[in-house]
């Protein structure tokens, strides 16, 4: 059964009670980082927990579209884009999800460029889990999901220059 999460506005990520923030340089444009981050259904191949990401509703992009992200094949959770401004910044809060772990969760995606052809890519989570989630993220597993978020984006460069081929 589906859990309602309390959704929030994109500047509550600031604050967020746990923040988890990961940057990588890639070899990109802004826009091609941006064109990447808006084809959702291939998600999954650049980011290796997300099994399946397909989009809600007859409204395709921009703020208010919708998706819905599969992770490990069990944990599903829907999204509302928040924040959608091509070639600077993508966001969105969750609003549902298959496990009771948080009772809010947003991420923001923010591009700079720093060249011609390379962007800085800042990914920041930022939620407010449950005690039990707050817990293990108190006892060190924020440590694994930096991590594997730093992966993602590594991948997300990979799978850039893979497109331009």
Aim: glycine letters at 8%; aromatic letters at 8%.
């Amino acid at each position: 059964m589906a859990k309602k999460l309390q959704t929030q506005p994109p500047e509550w990520i600031a604050g967020a009670p746990v923040r988890i923030q990961a940057a990588r340089e890639l070899t990109a444009t802004p826009d091609e980082v941006f064109e990447a981050l808006c084809d959702h259904e291939s998600w999954p191949e650049w980011f290796s927990s997300l099994k399946k990401v397909e989009r809600l509703g007859d409204q395709r992009e921009g703020v208010g579209s919708r998706r819905r992200v599969t992770i490990n094949k069990r944990v599903v959770v829907d999204e509302e884009f928040i924040v959608w401004e091509p070639g600077k910044a993508w966001g969105f809060t969750v609003y549902e999800a298959s496990i009771g772990a948080f009772r809010t969760l947003n991420e923001l995606v923010q591009l700079q460029a720093i060249s011609d052809d390379r962007t800085r890519v800042t990914y920041t989570m930022g939620f407010d889990p449950n005690p039990v989630v707050g817990a293990l993220l108190k006892a060190g597993a924020k440590v694994p999901v930096k991590r594997s978020l730093g992966k993602a984006l590594e991948s997300l460069g990979d799978h850039i220059n893979s497109r331009r081929s």
